[in-house]
């Protein structure tokens, strides 16, 4: 089959993997403003509902003890505290609902370490606002314990430290605001590798990582928006995504099947979607503005080449013998304005399951369960040979507006306005099968790595194999890289 045919059969596939009656059919939410701009809702205690006193510390704790499971407490307006130790936090029952009226607070007073805690099933948490705790890194205020199916609605979650929520199995986290977070407005992360089925729609996610944390710790991967952690299952939906100090979403390691769709995602420092050693992926209907500008001119200043991009897929592709909606990465009908770079589709060659360069060290790929076995000799014959890394492959980029203007986001030395599919030259560890060009030639080859049916406007560049090779459109279309057929460059249709 041409690469042509290939494209169009595999295109059509993709779509009919995604059912009728999904999440992905349902009507598009439009994202905006959420913060400060809650409904009016819950003035008055509904029938039934206990009432928690403001002007009594620790009221909200004490009448959650003494409650059956599944009762609704109503919090009137007012600043509510708990115990004046760091240990002073609410453990709900299952089922139990807590409503905020309108000027309902729950301050932590920079003296609690989490609010809502333990793991309670059914929570709902509605109306409220949640501020001022100081978990420690990596740690949240809100389901702190990652209880199974928590329902957070048009809560505010802000100046907190670590993480404003955490996640847990089926958790639904809309019309909320996590702002001004100290390292996540939420981190999905649980230590037995068990959320599935989170739905994030129509939040708005706003200057998170305000404690900086990649500096204080460099390189630890630990800031942004939202960081998700072996997360199966994420619809990711009509969020306003802006102004993370870090990137806006960022998925590591292996995360499998999430729908990111309707999102506006702008003014990140780092990336808008960074998508890291995970698989299968629908990342569609999504608006990209300025995004990456910090971290790209940072890299520019030092004379780093690396293509700094919007979106980074980085060690993530599409997997079959992994369930999802889809067995791709696959981007398409977003428009990108103005951001550093487009999409950059990247694969360590050094970076595989045991491999001393895995920065997720105890952690193996999902088609192979012992770790250990990704050893010389049998990682050099396959199956170990495949499915010890996790490879960028079976990526489709297709029919995406991507515009740029070298003066809008100040880039004066051409490394900037890029898209780029590439891996290093292998040189690690010694027992490496992987060491030479065998990555860069695959990605770039025999991967499924195909672009296709874009539209560019402005003076994009191409990066193919390594960060040496700059390419022309021109170049970037014809033998031996084929990408971009049927894309057109300021409104000039190229070779289809």
């Known amino acids: 089959m041409s690469r042509i045919g290939f494209v169009f059969a595999a295109a059509v596939l993709a779509a009919l993997l995604v059912p009728p009656g999904t999440a992905g059919a349902a009507k598009a939410p439009?994202?905006?403003?959420?913060?400060?701009?809650?409904?009016?809702?819950?003035?008055?205690?509904?029938?039934?509902?206990?009432?928690?006193?403001?002007?009594?510390?620790?009221?909200?704790?004490?009448?959650?003890?003494?409650?059956?499971?599944?009762?609704?407490?109503?919090?009137?307006?007012?600043?509510?505290?708990?115990?004046?130790?760091?240990?002073?936090?609410?453990?709900?029952?299952?089922?139990?609902?807590?409503?905020?009226?309108?000027?309902?607070?729950?301050?932590?007073?920079?003296?609690n370490l989490a609010a809502f805690t333990q793991q309670a099933k059914d929570v709902t948490i509605r109306g409220l606002t949640v501020q001022n705790f100081v978990p420690p890194q990596d740690q949240g205020v809100v389901n702190h314990d990652s209880g199974e199916h928590w329902t957070i609605e048009n809560t505010t979650v802000q100046n907190n430290a670590g993480a404003g929520l955490m996640a847990g199995a089926r958790q639904v986290v809309r019309h909320s605001c996590l702002r001004n977070n100290g390292q996540y407005g939420m981190n999905a992360y649980r230590s037995d590798n068990t959320i599935t089925g989170l739905v994030v729609e129509s939040n708005e996610i706003v200057?998170?990582?305000?404690?900086?944390?990649?500096?204080?710790?460099?390189?630890?991967?630990?800031?942004?928006?939202?960081?998700?952690?072996?997360?199966?299952?994420?619809?990711?939906?009509?969020?306003?995504?802006?102004?993370?100090r870090g990137a806006g979403l960022w998925a590591d390691t292996n995360n499998n099947d999430f729908l990111v769709e309707y999102n506006l995602i702008e003014d990140n420092d780092a990336e808008g979607l960074f998508y890291e050693i995970s698989y299968n992926l629908i990342f569609r209907d999504n608006v990209l503005r300025r995004n990456a500008l910090v971290s790209g001119k940072l890299k520019s200043d030092r004379g780093d080449n690396f293509p700094v991009a919007s979106v980074y897929l980085s060690e993530s592709g599409g997997e079959r013998r992994v369930p999802a909606r889809t067995h791709l990465i696959d981007v398409y009908d977003n428009t990108f304005e103005d951001n550093w770079s487009g999409i950059t589709a990247w694969e360590n060659s050094d970076r595989f399951c045991n491999s001393p360069a895995n920065t997720s060290s105890n952690t193996c790929t999902k088609l192979v369960a012992d770790r250990t076995k990704c050893s010389a000799p049998g990682i050099a014959t396959r199956p170990l040979y495949d499915d010890c890394r996790w490879k960028t492959q079976f990526v489709e980029v297709h029919d995406n507006t991507f515009r740029f203007d070298p003066a809008h986001v100040g880039c004066t030395t051409g490394l900037c306005g890029r898209m780029a599919l590439l891996a290093n030259y292998g040189t690690y560890p010694a027992w490496s099968p992987y060491q030479g060009t065998v990555v860069q030639d695959a990605i770039t080859h025999d991967q499924g790595n195909y672009w296709f049916s874009n539209a560019y406007y402005g003076p994009w560049t191409f990066v193919a194999g390594d960060t040496s090779r700059s390419l022309t459109a021109q170049q970037w279309q014809a033998t031996p890289w084929d990408q971009d057929n049927c894309a057109s460059f300021d409104g000039v249709a190229g070779p289809c």
Do not use: M
């Open 207 to 244: 200057g998170n990582n305000t404690d900086d944390w990649e500096t204080r710790v460099p390189g630890c991967g630990c800031s942004g928006g939202i960081k998700f952690w072996a997360v199966n299952k994420a619809d990711v939906r009509g969020n306003w995504v802006h102004d993370n």
């Open 30 to 111: 439009t994202p905006g403003p959420v913060c400060d701009h809650q409904p009016v809702a819950n003035t008055t205690a509904p029938p039934g509902a206990v009432v928690i006193d403001p002007a009594v510390p620790g009221d909200l704790y004490h009448k959650t003890q003494d409650s059956p499971a599944g009762t609704t407490f109503w919090l009137p307006p007012g600043t509510h505290t708990l115990a004046t130790d760091p240990f002073g936090q609410v453990i709900p029952k299952d089922g139990d609902v807590y409503l905020g009226a309108p000027g309902a607070v729950l301050d932590g007073q920079r003296v």
